[in-house]
């Protein structure tokens, strides 16, 4: 297998900072049509039929709800082969634009890093559904990366009720406590204050003496009603669940604000706090027997959210729309 070059990769999945201007592609559309149009819309329609026929599957496909750590929606069809350079560039500008700007750059990093320099790493994306459906979405899927988006707008509406995946390995396959250079560690730290905060018997209900969920794809997100494990969110105080819900929002920070608003207006409104259970995990998946926890878990009956860090980042998001 062939490696890939810097400039392929480059132009492959984006460069480390974001577009400042429209490509010529944006600006023929927007003469085309009067007024600006989503980036994934744009992106739709430079598609030739040949391509649509071959990257746009059913709205309820089952690939839909699918994720897993390493996949590809269309793998056959690649960014570096199948598509313009124009074309390129619109899936850069998409994937940027998914995530606050002030992790763009690591979040490039992080698929750059994780195609290993190999050809065949390279991301896939796609379309389910077609513009007459109100929830017409976007998708990017690689190695550590499954992102989604609802393809009519530019505004965040959250991940439309379907998994997203993001995981890193920064410097080794098996990654030392700090997980120096991941830039998904921060998530730890931040649930690892939550903890320390809880009362010490709160503490020792959250930490479980079970493996957690395996990784299998229609395991991980596997929405549960009965055996969930570790603290019941109901039993903690208003100012105890105010700070799990502050910490949710503190940890969704790499993703654009707007989903992060849609996606924290879901659980609050839909008061998820009360039927969440949050667990974490000691022995092999304490990563230096620090007792900071890299490996936790945050579920309920329409909310799934699994963190790993042993051997290194792996993290499935999926709460019900």
Same mark, same amino acid.
């Given at each position: ?116 320099? +190999?050809?065949?790493? %390279?991301?896939?994306? *796609?379309?389910?559904? /077609?513009?007459?459906? =109100? !929830? ?85 997100? +596997?929405?549960?009603? %009965?055996?969930?494990? *570790?603290?019941?969110? /109901?039993?903690?105080? =208003? !100012? ?82």
């Amino acid at each position: 297998m062939n490696n890939l070059s810097r400039r392929d990769i480059i132009r492959s999945i984006g460069a480390t900072t974001a577009l400042a201007a429209l490509t010529p592609l944006s600006n023929s559309l927007l003469a085309a049509t009067g007024k600006p149009e989503s980036k994934p819309m744009q992106f739709y329609k430079s598609l030739s039929d040949e391509q649509r026929g071959k990257i746009c599957l059913p709205v309820d496909h089952p690939k839909r709800q699918f994720v897993s750590n390493w996949w590809y929606v269309n793998p056959e069809q690649r960014l570096h082969t199948f598509y313009t350079k124009e074309q390129q560039d619109l899936v850069r500008q998409i994937f940027d634009s998914l995530h606050h700007p002030e992790h763009r750059e690591k979040m490039t990093w992080q698929v750059q890093k994780d195609l290993m320099g +190999q050809i065949k790493n %390279t991301p896939s994306v *796609g379309f389910f559904g /077609a513009p007459k459906d =109100k !929830d017409f979405e976007f998708i990017y899927t690689g190695h550590h990366v499954t992102r989604r988006c609802n393809a009519h707008t530019d505004q965040g509406l959250g991940f439309g009720g379907a998994p997203i995946f993001y995981g890193n390995f920064a410097k080794a396959f098996w990654e030392e406590k700090d997980h120096a250079g991941n830039p998904f560690w921060y998530q730890g730290l931040l649930f690892n204050e939550f903890v320390s905060a809880l009362e010490g018997k709160q503490q020792e209900q959250i930490l479980v003496g079970r493996e957690p969920r395996n990784e299998k794809p229609a395991n991980v997100i +596997q929405k549960r009603k %009965t055996d969930l494990p *570790g603290l019941r969110c /109901a039993d903690l105080s =208003k !100012d105890q669940q105010a700070k799990l819900l502050e910490t949710m929002r503190r940890m969704l920070v790499c993703f654009r604000p707007d989903d992060v608003a849609a996606t924290m207006k879901t659980i609050e409104d839909k008061k998820l706090i009360n039927q969440l259970f949050v667990s974490c995990y000691g022995g092999r998946y304490d990563v230096g027997s620090d007792k900071v926890w890299d490996t936790w878990q945050i579920e309920g009956p329409e909310m799934v959210w699994y963190f790993r860090g042993m051997p290194h980042i792996h993290a499935y998001f999926h709460v019900t729309a």
